[in-house]
């Protein structure tokens, strides 16, 4: 199938996933339902800044659904695609607030779920100064733990912020990745819904630092292309629904790295099939250029490990 | 009369003017004086090739004397066209490669692209190792010149085609084998009493086209930059406003480099600067028209003065001393127009004199002090210049231009990743095209027509491609148009689709790429013949279409025809005459699809086919995605294997 169908496709998927689901909470709950985010000031971030109205029902999240639907246009035109991959984005977002809004605990370590304010506010300054060289967003299925966890150490020792989602968390426990906010390697969640969690960080970084308007879209989308040095790498078999949010990532201005066989695009979607030179691949085509000091010790090294607790057993 | 109805070109509106003012008539006047035109000669079936007729066919007389139909006539009439067109591109082509059989290390003719030249003597099998470059100059020169005229065999250039191209020509039959036989071929075949099969004719003018594509203009385009350099991207302007109000302005008119390169030397010659201001000028100004115009700029970024319809009004500006040109597309009226003014209107070429002009011949031998000469001439006329009938009009443009397909792949490679692909191939293009970001990439060539209001077709099926996502390349006085009306501009972008602005963000291109002069269209072969090759497909099988909004030479009718024949989609704006035969249409405009896998399509709408052509890509990317996916499961399959 071609690429844009394969978008659209996704995002139709996303869209009647939310609707479902939005349909059951209300049905449930009613639609004065409360919904947010915890410890945010920012309502649901995505759809706040793109549309610059705050959710606070589940009746609200009918309207922003209206919203998705209308950014799907199946016009072949790379402008139609990356809206549809934005439309992914906010129903992604509407979804995982309807879990917010329903579940006692939606995310459970070692999954963070929703990244609050206050996290996003103390990695600003590292992201501004370049102590943060970069964001990670690591995703779906590597062939074997090993792998994951070299790419993702990787990833670590150059001080980027690294976020997993899908089976490559339990692949990066598996092979022993420490991680935690301190250690730059946050662990979001299994579906693939999930990774709007970090865009709501890149778009909240955009909101915060930026000084952006919320509803600004096309302003929003120069910042975090120009000023958030985020990319993804996708490994393992695509859905539909993934390469949608990759198309959400690439309207952001992030590229995707992937080691499928997809139908390229120079700079914004490519294939690398040879994992020990994703890392180098990512890091070039999002730009990201690491002022290297070796020092030859026998232990990784970087500022990632900061915040690293040396417990008894080690 | 309404200029309005003439061109959308302001400057030209405030030039019409001021000629009516003058008393000078220009083209505009002529077509009106015209009123209609003759409707047998219109559909192309009035025939005049022997003594007999002249003939022309209508309900009750419906054979010439001879017996010839309509289908005949029409089809004689258009394959005369296409050796017409095969013919001046080809002597063209002849010319360059007698300059490079001329090239010495201390004369006026060097080689500037050595590599070049060593890739092609490979490709000809001329041997390279431990050569002189002049030793090796000459004999590629020697095997060029033999592919005009050569007694066995077919042309060398057609193995470049991507292989299933290759057997479609052998198939059916229209290999080109020599240039000069197949013009010639043609000739004869069209006399009275000799071919009588309208399908035989156009695949006659199928076969000499080809020999105009893939080989006269191919070989016009390699020598040309063999000799005299591989175009690089520069920075230009465009429009009569490049004209300068005190300086010596030269417009240099017409084809070949040959002649137009000594010029551009000679013009920076600093005793011709000196004696410039010696005559009261700040310096000389040069500045280019049609394709010799297309040629310096494309090489030196020497300014558009304007294209083939503007010819005449560059003349009213009364700010021109000379009017330098070669060969093709001049206007004979120039003689009249520079009468009224002290413009000196020289003609330099054998091959084209024109009565009433100052004919100073230029001769390869002694290249360098011809154009010395001639220049030296334009200067001195400075002192004749009449202040009180100068009107330079303000409009210009600025343009970025230079793209080869060397060039071409140079930007590409700012968009490859290295740790993923290697430099300097079409892959980037590619790989637009396949996700679709490109939706396709048309070329928009071809010149001006009294038909047609002049430039109004070009920029509006331009404007409607790139605003669709869809890469626009162009040649000749297409570029020319482009170029004036700022799409050759990198802030053009805004008026191109989200898929092509990002692209030319990416790559920093403008949405409209300048590859040159007419037989720089066969850049455009190679760009696509290339990327067919890399997809491992065929040209047929690509999202790629060609156009010519305002077409009128017979040059134009055999690009169109060498374009189809390659396998992409030829769209005219302009209805050639061949309409007489029902049978022409059906096989120009239907049949050759399954011949050639590509046809004519016609619409004097330029706003209704710019809408067919992008309809028609979409169309055609279901068929290409289909391709890419199969060749993709089958790298799979094979990495699975593996």
Redesign the interface.
């Known amino acids: ?4 169908n394969i978008i659209f496709t996704g995002s139709e998927q996303a869209l009647a996933a939310a609707k479902g689901m939005l349909a059951e909470a209300i049905e449930k709950n009613g639609r004065d339902h409360k919904v947010a985010f915890p410890d945010t000031a920012y309502s649901l971030p995505c759809i706040y800044a793109a549309t610059g109205q705050k959710m606070n029902t589940l009746g609200d999240l009918e309207g922003a659904l209206t919203v998705v639907e209308s950014l799907i246009n199946r016009t ?4 139609h ?2 809206n549809s991959g934005l439309a992914t984005a906010l129903a992604a977002e509407v979804i995982e607030a309807i879990k917010y809004a329903t579940m006692e605990e939606p995310y459970q370590a070692p999954c963070a779920g929703h990244v609050s304010d206050p996290i996003i506010r103390s990695l600003g300054v590292p992201l501004v100064t370049g102590d943060i060289p970069g964001v990670a967003v690591v995703l779906g299925e590597c062939p074997d733990a090993e792998t994951a966890a070299k790419v993702i150490k990787d990833y670590q020792s150059k001080g980027l912020l690294t976020f997993l989602v899908g089976k490559v968390i339990d692949q990066a426990i598996e092979a022993g990745v420490k991680m935690s906010v301190e250690l730059r390697v946050i662990p979001l969640g299994y579906d693939v819904t999930s990774v709007i969690h970090v865009v709501s960080v890149a778009i909240r970084a955009a909101l915060i630092f930026g000084g952006l308007t919320p509803g600004d879209l096309s302003g929003l989308l120069e910042y975090t292309s120009k000023r958030v040095p985020a990319f993804v790498n996708a490994f393992g078999p695509l859905s539909e629904l993934v390469v949608s949010a990759g198309a959400g990532a690439i309207a952001l201005g992030f590229p995707v790295i992937t080691d499928q ?1 997809v ?5 914004n ?4 099939k040879d994992y020990d ?1 994703v890392v ?2 990512s890091l ?2 999002r730009n990201i250029k690491i002022k290297i000091t070796e020092i030859p010790i026998p232990v990784a090294f970087a500022a990632a490990f900061e915040g690293e607790r040396i417990r008894k057993a080690d | 009369m309404d200029k309005k109805m003439m061109t959308i070109d302001l400057n030209s509106h405030v030039l019409l003017d001021k000629a009516e003012k003058d008393g000078v008539e220009t083209m505009y006047d002529r077509k009106q004086g015209f009123k209609s035109q003759c409707g047998f000669g219109l559909q192309g079936n009035c025939c005049r090739i022997c003594g007999m007729g002249p003939c022309r066919i209508t309900p009750k007389t419906p054979r010439g004397i001879c017996g010839a139909d309509e289908h005949v006539i029409v089809g004689r009439n258009f394959a005369r066209m296409v050796a017409g067109g095969t013919a001046a591109h080809s002597d063209h082509a002849r010319d360059i490669a007698h300059t490079m059989a001329l090239s010495s290390r201390d004369g006026n003719y060097k080689i500037r692209d050595e590599e070049k030249l060593i890739i092609l003597a490979k490709e000809w099998d001329v041997e390279t190792e431990g050569r002189d470059i002049y030793d090796i100059a000459h004999e590629v020169a020697d095997v060029a010149l033999m592919e005009f005229g050569k007694p066995h065999g077919v042309a060398r250039f057609l193995k470049n085609a991507p292989e299933p191209r290759q057997k479609i020509w052998k198939d059916l039959g229209i290999e080109p084998r020599a240039i000069d036989r197949e013009i010639a071929t043609i000739m004869h075949s069209t006399h009275i009493g000799c071919t009588g099969d309208i399908d035989s004719l156009i695949h006659m003018s199928l076969r000499t086209a080809l020999a105009d594509g893939w080989v006269g203009s191919m070989i016009g385009t390699r020598f040309s930059d063999i000799l005299f350099g591989t175009p690089t991207v520069r920075e230009t302007e465009a429009n009569l406003g490049v004209l300068e109000d005190n300086k010596v302005n030269i417009i240099l008119h017409g084809h070949e480099p040959s002649l137009s390169e000594m010029i551009v030397l000679a013009s920076e010659d600093p005793e011709l600067v000196a004696l410039a201001k010696e005559m009261g000028a700040d310096g000389i100004n040069l500045a280019g028209m049609c394709c010799t115009g297309n040629e310096v700029t494309m090489r030196h970024g020497v300014k558009t003065a304007g294209d083939f319809h503007q010819q005449e009004l560059a003349i009213v500006t009364g700010a021109v001393e000379a009017m330098i040109v070669d060969v093709q597309c001049i206007f004979p009226a120039l003689a009249k127009v520079a009468d009224c003014y002290h413009t000196k209107f020289i003609t330099t070429s054998p091959k084209a004199k024109i009565a009433g002009s100052t004919y100073m011949e230029f001769s390869e031998e002694t290249a360098y002090a011809d154009g010395y000469k001639i220049v030296k001439e334009a200067v001195l006329n400075f002192k004749n210049r009449d202040k009180e009938k100068v009107l330079i009009p303000e409009l210009k443009s600025k343009a970025t231009v230079g793209y080869s397909a060397d060039a071409i792949l140079g930007q590409l490679d700012r ?6 692909d290697p430099a300097g191939t079409l892959k ?1 293009l590619a ?2 095209l ?4 490109l ?1 396709g990439a048309v070329g928009v060539v071809g010149c001006n027509n009294a038909k047609g209001v002049s430039n109004l077709a070009h920029v509006t099926i331009m404007k409607e491609l790139i605003k ?2 869809i890469l626009v390349v162009t040649t000749g006085c297409g570029a020319s148009a482009a170029a004036k009306f700022g799409l050759m501009t990198k802030e053009a972008r805004k008026l191109a ?3 092509l602005a ?1 692209v030319c963000d ?1 790559v920093d291109i403008p949405p409209v790429l300048h590859l040159g002069s007419c037989v720089d269209c066969s850049r455009i072969l190679d760009v696509v013949g290339g990327t067919a090759k890399l997809l491992d497909m065929d040209m047929s099988d690509l999202p790629v279409a060609g156009v010519a909004p305002e077409w009128m030479s017979e040059k134009a009718v055999a690009i169109g025809s060498y374009v189809v024949a390659s396998g992409i989609d030829t769209y005219l704006g302009v209805m050639p005459p061949v309409t007489g035969s029902s049978r022409a249409v059906e096989i120009l405009c239907g049949e050759l699809q399954d011949m050639v896998g590509a046809k004519f399509t016609v619409n004097e709408n330029p706003q209704e086919l710019a809408q067919i052509i992008i309809q028609d890509i ?1 169309k055609k ?1 279901v068929h290409f ?1 289909n391709l ?2 199969e060749r ?1 499961n089958e ?2 399959e094979a990495g699975a294997e593996a």
């Open positions: 199938m071609n690429l844009y072949h035109l790379l402008e695609a990356l066989t139908l390229e695009v120079p700079m979607l490519l294939t690398q030179k180098a691949t070039e085509a | 968009v490859v990743n290295s740790h993923i980037p790989d637009c396949k996700s679709g970001v939706r669709n996502d689709g989200k898929g990002t990416l979409e990317r995605e890419v996916e993709m790298k799979v």
